[in-house]
């Protein structure tokens, strides 16, 4: 069986960066470890075990980094919903 993911140079960089950045808030760097680790070749249930997360936890931020890269590791607002947005049923 293959596990991992080819990442470039830069692109090991940049997750490596990540894991000591301040410019995030603390949960993007789990999710660059998340990534950094699978591309090394890691068991995605592995990683899953080494952060306390789930397995589909860590399939989601691997699929986020797949199709958007760094941005996809960090959160992404989400919609906030105002009264004229609801329907009330009676």
């Avoid at 660059?32 to 699978?38: G, K, P, R, T, Y």
């Avoid at 070749?41 to 691997?62: F, H, M, N, Q, S």
């Amino acid at each position: 069986m293959i596990y991992g993911m080819e990442i470039s140079g830069q692109q090991r960089d940049e997750l490596q960066a990540l894991l000591k950045s301040n410019e995030y808030d603390g949960s993007v760097s789990p999710r660059a470890q998340i990534v950094l680790w699978h591309a090394e070749g890691r068991p995605k249930a592995e990683i899953a075990a080494a952060l306390k997360t789930t397995r589909p936890t860590v399939d989601k931020w691997i699929k986020r980094y797949q199709d958007e890269g760094i941005e996809g590791l960090v959160n992404q607002g989400h919609a906030k919903i105002t009264l004229s947005d609801r329907r009330y049923v009676r």
